[in-house]
């Protein structure tokens, strides 16, 4: 928990176009989660996409005025907090990519520069949890067995590392299983699951296959573009598991639980 005599750290949810079309819940738990810790959290309402699906299907160009934008709206906060191991990394390892290629084609360093602030303090929740709060138990309280999937930009592009289990581990009456095959990719990588549907789909059948052996109720991972693909591999196979963003677990008390 923060210290209660210090002024409360002023953040900024990036709450990210996905999570506000489809899970809006997950940016209430993000909300609820962080303000139980002390945080005053700030939703600008002029966010809008960071320009990671520009950027990824290489429309370089066209995401400069999306990442242009995204520093007008955060800039003046201490920290920018989502829910998306996916965009964090778009901001921070994408958006300094987009500064350099710009210099490079001798249109100056503007871009870099104004970037630049909110590459420094854009953080994952976990890691926003874990290295900037200094917390693992978070108050938590969530009754189920779970597994956790660890995607692939927080495993290999922001390098979560353990953060996300030592948070889960810490929750009370949550039992933690093993997901065997972890690091692998659940297949989703945006338009990789339109591009090559077969190969996604039989990769979503893979990790959702691991997830039931081993026996636990949720299948839990920290973004929630995975949890989407690997939600309607398991509508498909009939699995009587669920998908569950971390925040939602790591909001829910023996008060107010999550449902």
Known sequence: M???EEPALRVALFLTCVNDTLYP?????VVK???????????????????QAHYNTGYRHQAEPLARHFSDVFGEYEAIVT??????????ELYPRIGERARAEGRGDGLARTLAPVVQRTYE?????????????????YPHTVTYHPTCHGLRSLGLGDR?????????????????????CCGFG????????????????????NAESTGAEVL??????????????????????????????LASTEEEPWS
């Open 2 to 4: 923060t210290n209660k």
């Open 25 to 29: 819940d997950t940016g209430r738990a």
């Open 33 to 51: 989660l962080l303000t139980r810790l002390g945080v005053d959290v700030d939703f600008p309402a002029a966010q809008t996409c960071c320009g």
């Open 83 to 92: 829910p998306s191991g996916s965009c964090g990394a778009m901001v921070r």
């Open 125 to 141: 929740l976990t890691e926003f949890l874990v290295d900037v709060l200094g917390v693992t138990d978070v108050g938590a309280y």
């Open 164 to 184: 996300p289990a030592r948070l889960l581990a810490a929750v009370r009456g949550l039992d933690l299983l093993e997901l065997p095959g972890a690091t692998e």
């Open 190 to 209: 945006g338009t990789f699951a339109v591009k090559n549907p077969d190969v996604s789909a039989a990769m979503g059948a893979d990790k959702v296959r």
């Open 220 to 249: 839990c991972a920290a973004d929630n573009s995975c949890l989407m693909h690997l939600g309607g591999t398991m509508a498909r196979l009939r699995t009587a598991m669920r998908p569950v963003h971390i925040a939602e677990i």
